[in-house]
C-alpha cells in the first residue's frame, strides 16, 4: 500500500526547498511494490513549489510509480524469455544512434549551410513545375475604417492608384480616423488569410479576383476596401518568394546527402585499402 499523505508532507519538508529530495541512508519509504521500494530522494519536486502543490504533485509521483512497478512485474511474469531479450534491439538502437551521432557531427563540421539566390533561382526555374500554387496568392492594400468615415470618395482614389503619395495619405487617414492600414504590395500573400477580414461570401477566389480588383464591402461598423495590385491563380507557379525557404531546405537536404555519400565512400575506400575488412565470396 501506499504510504499515507502525512510520509509524504515529511519528505516535502525534508527537501528544504531543492528540486531534488536530498535523501540518506536512513529514509522511510513513501512506497513498496513486492521487493521494490520508493524514497524520498526519488520524488523530484521543482524548487519554489507551494507545499499543498508539492503535495499533489509527490501523490501523482508516487501512483504512477506504483503502476509502473505493477505493469512491470506482471510483464515480468506473463513474457516469455525470448520475448523479454532485448539485448538485440538495444544493440541495434545503439548502433543506429553511434551512427547518426556521427553523421551528424561530420555534418555540423562540413556541410556549407549558405544558400546563395542564384542558387535558389537556378532550381526554381529547373523545377518550377513541382511548386504550383494550391490556392490564389494576391498584393496590395486593405483598409478598414468606420462606417459612414468622411473623405471617403479621396480614400477609394487613393485606393485605386495604390501609388507611393496615394499610399502615405492612406496610412496617414487610417491614423487620423481610427482605421486599420494593411500594406502587402511588395510581398505576396494567400488570399485565404484576407478573406476571414471582409464581410463577404467568395465561392470561386480565382473567378471573383480575375475581374474585380477593387473590392468594397460593409458591415453594421466598418467599410472595407480591398485593392488587389497583382494576383496570381490556383494551378500557376508560385513566385520564388513563397516558396525560396522550401528550395533552401531541399538544397541543403540534397548536400546532406552527397556529403553523407562521399563521407561514406571514403571511409569504406581508406577501410579497403587498410584491409579492414572481409566480404566473403557465397
Same mark, same amino acid.
Given at each position: 500500500?501506499?504510504?499515507?499523505?502525512?510520509?509524504?508532507?515529511?519528505?516535502?519538508? @525534508?527537501?528544504?526547498?531543492?528540486?531534488?529530495?536530498?535523501?540518506?541512508?536512513?529514509?522511510?519509504?513513501?512506497?513498496?511494490?513486492?521487493?521494490?521500494?520508493?524514497?524520498?530522494?526519488?520524488?523530484?519536486?521543482?524548487?519554489?513549489?507551494?507545499?499543498?502543490? %508539492?503535495?499533489?504533485?509527490?501523490?501523482?509521483?508516487?501512483?504512477?510509480?506504483?503502476? +509502473?512497478?505493477?505493469?512491470?512485474?506482471?510483464?515480468?511474469?506473463?513474457?516469455? &524469455?525470448?520475448?523479454? +531479450?532485448?539485448?538485440?534491439?538495444?544493440?541495434?538502437?545503439?548502433?543506429?544512434?553511434?551512427?547518426?551521432?556521427?553523421? &551528424?557531427?561530420?555534418?555540423?563540421?562540413?556541410?556549407?549551410?549558405?544558400?546563395?539566390?542564384?542558387?535558389?533561382? %537556378?532550381?526554381?526555374?529547373?523545377?518550377?513545375?513541382?511548386?504550383?500554387?494550391?490556392?490564389?496568392?494576391?498584393?496590395?492594400?486593405?483598409?478598414?475604417?468606420?462606417?459612414?468615415?468622411?473623405?471617403?470618395?479621396?480614400?477609394?482614389?487613393?485606393?485605386?492608384?495604390?501609388?507611393?503619395? &496615394?499610399?502615405?495619405?492612406?496610412?496617414?487617414?487610417?491614423?487620423?480616423?481610427?482605421?486599420?492600414?494593411?500594406?502587402?504590395?511588395?510581398?505576396?500573400?494567400?488570399?485565404?488569410?484576407?478573406?476571414?477580414?471582409?464581410?463577404?461570401?467568395?465561392?470561386?477566389?480565382?473567378?471573383?479576383?480575375?475581374?474585380?480588383?477593387?473590392?468594397?464591402?460593409?458591415? @453594421? @461598423?466598418?467599410?472595407?476596401?480591398?485593392?488587389?495590385?497583382?494576383?496570381?491563380?490556383?494551378?500557376?507557379?508560385?513566385?520564388?518568394?513563397?516558396?525560396?525557404?522550401?528550395? %533552401?531546405?531541399?538544397?541543403?537536404?540534397?548536400?546532406?546527402?552527397?556529403?553523407?555519400?562521399?563521407?561514406?565512400?571514403?571511409?569504406?575506400?581508406?577501410?579497403?585499402?587498410?584491409?579492414?575488412?572481409?566480404?566473403?565470396?557465397?
Amino acid at each position: 500500500m501506499i504510504r499515507t499523505p502525512a510520509i509524504i508532507c515529511i519528505a516535502i519538508i @525534508a527537501a528544504s526547498g531543492c528540486s531534488l529530495f536530498n535523501g540518506s541512508n536512513h529514509e522511510e519509504p513513501v512506497a513498496r511494490v513486492f521487493e521494490q521500494y520508493l524514497y524520498p530522494s526519488d520524488l523530484v519536486i521543482p524548487e519554489g513549489t507551494p507545499v499543498q502543490d %508539492s503535495l499533489i504533485l509527490a501523490k501523482r509521483s508516487i501512483e504512477t510509480w506504483v503502476k +509502473d512497478q505493477l505493469m512491470l512485474h506482471r510483464a515480468e511474469q506473463v513474457l516469455t &524469455e525470448e520475448q523479454k +531479450d532485448f539485448e538485440k534491439q538495444i544493440a541495434e538502437y545503439r548502433r543506429a544512434l553511434l551512427i547518426y551521432s556521427y553523421r &551528424e557531427k561530420l555534418l555540423h563540421q562540413k556541410l556549407d549551410t549558405v544558400v546563395t539566390r542564384q542558387e535558389m533561382q %537556378s532550381y526554381y526555374e529547373e523545377n518550377s513545375n513541382n511548386f504550383l500554387l494550391s490556392q490564389d496568392v494576391i498584393k496590395g492594400t486593405l483598409i478598414k475604417v468606420p462606417l459612414n468615415s468622411p473623405g471617403m470618395d479621396e480614400l477609394r482614389q487613393w485606393s485605386r492608384s495604390n501609388g507611393a503619395d &496615394e499610399l502615405d495619405k492612406m496610412e496617414k487617414y487610417c491614423i487620423s480616423h481610427t482605421g486599420k492600414y494593411n500594406d502587402f504590395n511588395s510581398s505576396w500573400i494567400y488570399f485565404s488569410s484576407i478573406r476571414p477580414q471582409l464581410p463577404l461570401t467568395i465561392s470561386n477566389p480565382s473567378g471573383y479576383l480575375r475581374y474585380n480588383r477593387n473590392i468594397e464591402a460593409t458591415d @453594421a @461598423a466598418f467599410t472595407y476596401l480591398l485593392h488587389v495590385s497583382e494576383h496570381l491563380p490556383e494551378g500557376e507557379v508560385a513566385p520564388l518568394e513563397l516558396v525560396a525557404g522550401d528550395i %533552401s531546405a531541399i538544397i541543403l537536404n540534397k548536400r546532406k546527402i552527397k556529403l553523407i555519400n562521399e563521407l561514406e565512400s571514403s571511409i569504406f575506400s581508406d577501410a579497403q585499402n587498410r584491409e579492414q575488412f572481409t566480404i566473403y565470396p557465397n
